[in-house]
Protein backbone atom coordinates (compact mmCIF):
# COMPACT_ATOMS: atom_id res chain seq x y z
CA UNK A 1 0.00 0.00 0.00
CA UNK A 2 1.21 3.45 -0.63
CA UNK A 3 0.68 6.87 -1.70
CA UNK A 4 1.13 7.69 -5.46
CA UNK A 5 1.35 11.32 -7.37
CA UNK A 6 -0.31 10.83 -10.54
CA UNK A 7 -1.17 13.35 -13.22
CA UNK A 8 -5.25 13.31 -13.09
CA UNK A 9 -7.67 15.47 -14.89
CA UNK A 10 -7.25 18.47 -12.10
CA UNK A 11 -3.27 18.43 -12.16
CA UNK A 12 -1.21 16.43 -10.18
CA UNK A 13 -3.64 14.15 -7.63
CA UNK A 14 -2.36 11.99 -4.90
CA UNK A 15 -4.18 9.14 -5.24
CA UNK A 16 -4.26 6.07 -2.24
CA UNK A 17 -3.16 2.25 -3.58
CA UNK A 18 -4.52 -0.52 -2.78
CA UNK A 19 -0.90 -2.64 -3.36
CA UNK A 20 2.30 -2.00 -4.26
CA UNK A 21 1.90 -5.24 -6.75
CA UNK A 22 0.17 -3.27 -9.52
CA UNK A 23 0.14 -4.27 -13.08
CA UNK A 24 -0.93 -2.41 -16.43
CA UNK A 25 -4.24 -3.95 -18.79
CA UNK A 26 -5.43 -2.99 -21.89
CA UNK A 27 -9.19 -2.05 -21.30
CA UNK A 28 -11.22 -1.99 -24.27
CA UNK A 29 -14.31 0.55 -24.00
CA UNK A 30 -16.67 1.55 -27.04
CA UNK A 31 -17.22 5.53 -26.21
CA UNK A 32 -18.30 8.63 -27.84
CA UNK A 33 -17.24 11.84 -26.66
CA UNK A 34 -18.70 14.95 -27.01
CA UNK A 35 -16.94 18.33 -26.21
CA UNK A 36 -18.44 21.40 -25.78
CA UNK A 37 -17.02 24.49 -23.39
CA UNK A 38 -19.32 26.33 -20.92
CA UNK A 39 -18.45 30.07 -19.19
CA UNK A 40 -19.68 29.74 -15.01
CA UNK A 41 -21.37 32.62 -13.15
CA UNK A 42 -17.69 33.57 -12.53
CA UNK A 43 -16.58 33.87 -15.90
CA UNK A 44 -14.21 30.84 -15.33
CA UNK A 45 -14.33 28.71 -18.87
CA UNK A 46 -14.54 25.25 -18.74
CA UNK A 47 -13.73 22.28 -21.85
CA UNK A 48 -16.83 19.96 -21.25
CA UNK A 49 -16.55 16.33 -22.48
CA UNK A 50 -19.31 14.44 -22.30
CA UNK A 51 -18.49 10.27 -22.58
CA UNK A 52 -21.12 8.19 -23.33
CA UNK A 53 -19.82 4.30 -23.40
CA UNK A 54 -21.92 0.89 -24.61
CA UNK A 55 -25.57 2.04 -24.42
CA UNK A 56 -25.53 4.36 -21.15
CA UNK A 57 -27.93 7.44 -21.80
CA UNK A 58 -26.04 9.61 -19.36
CA UNK A 59 -22.66 10.63 -20.06
CA UNK A 60 -19.88 10.54 -17.75
CA UNK A 61 -18.99 14.15 -17.34
CA UNK A 62 -15.33 15.82 -17.58
CA UNK A 63 -14.92 19.71 -16.76
CA UNK A 64 -11.51 20.80 -17.21
CA UNK A 65 -10.38 24.31 -16.49
CA UNK A 66 -9.25 26.01 -19.10
CA UNK A 67 -6.71 28.21 -17.20
CA UNK A 68 -5.13 24.76 -16.03
CA UNK A 69 -5.09 23.79 -19.63
CA UNK A 70 -3.38 26.58 -20.79
CA UNK A 71 -1.37 26.87 -17.82
CA UNK A 72 0.02 23.17 -18.35
CA UNK A 73 0.47 23.72 -21.95
CA UNK A 74 2.82 26.79 -20.95
CA UNK A 75 4.68 24.52 -18.41
CA UNK A 76 5.25 21.98 -21.21
CA UNK A 77 6.60 23.56 -24.10
CA UNK A 78 8.25 26.96 -21.88
CA UNK A 79 11.69 25.96 -23.36
CA UNK A 80 13.98 26.79 -27.12
CA UNK A 81 12.30 23.43 -28.54
CA UNK A 82 8.19 24.54 -27.88
CA UNK A 83 7.78 27.89 -28.20
CA UNK A 84 6.82 27.38 -31.74
CA UNK A 85 4.84 24.95 -30.79
CA UNK A 86 3.45 27.99 -28.08
CA UNK A 87 3.05 30.39 -31.00
CA UNK A 88 1.08 27.69 -33.82
CA UNK A 89 -1.13 26.95 -30.87
CA UNK A 90 -1.39 30.94 -29.96
CA UNK A 91 -2.64 31.72 -33.44
CA UNK A 92 -5.29 28.90 -34.21
CA UNK A 93 -6.63 30.49 -30.97
CA UNK A 94 -6.60 33.73 -31.83
CA UNK A 95 -8.08 32.97 -35.64
CA UNK A 96 -11.02 30.60 -33.67
CA UNK A 97 -11.83 33.70 -31.65
CA UNK A 98 -11.55 36.44 -33.98
CA UNK A 99 -14.04 33.50 -35.85
CA UNK A 100 -16.42 33.62 -32.94
CA UNK A 101 -16.42 37.28 -32.53
CA UNK A 102 -17.87 37.20 -36.75
CA UNK A 103 -20.96 35.19 -35.88
CA UNK A 104 -21.44 36.39 -32.69
CA UNK A 105 -21.76 40.00 -34.21
CA UNK A 106 -23.45 39.11 -36.87
CA UNK A 107 -26.38 36.79 -34.58
CA UNK A 108 -26.36 40.14 -32.21
CA UNK A 109 -27.19 42.19 -35.61
CA UNK A 110 -29.73 39.70 -36.59
CA UNK A 111 -33.43 40.93 -37.52
CA UNK A 112 -34.81 37.99 -34.76
CA UNK A 113 -32.26 39.33 -32.32
CA UNK A 114 -33.16 43.22 -32.80
CA UNK A 115 -36.86 42.08 -33.23
CA UNK A 116 -36.69 40.52 -29.64
CA UNK A 117 -34.83 43.47 -28.67
CA UNK A 118 -37.39 45.73 -29.19
CA UNK A 119 -40.34 43.22 -29.00
CA UNK A 120 -41.37 43.73 -32.66
CA UNK A 121 -44.52 41.22 -34.04
CA UNK A 122 -43.82 39.34 -37.05
Do not use: K
Not at 13 to 29: F, P, R
Not at 76 to 98: K, P, V
Not at 99 to 105: C, K, N, P, S, T
Amino acid sequence: MGLDRRFGSHGYEWLYTMSDYMQDIDLVVRAFVDNDFEIDRDGRCYIVNLIYTNDDDEPYEARVDLDGVIDSLIDGRDNLQGYQTLYAIAHELSRHAQRLRDIAGAVEDSDEVVGDLFDIDD
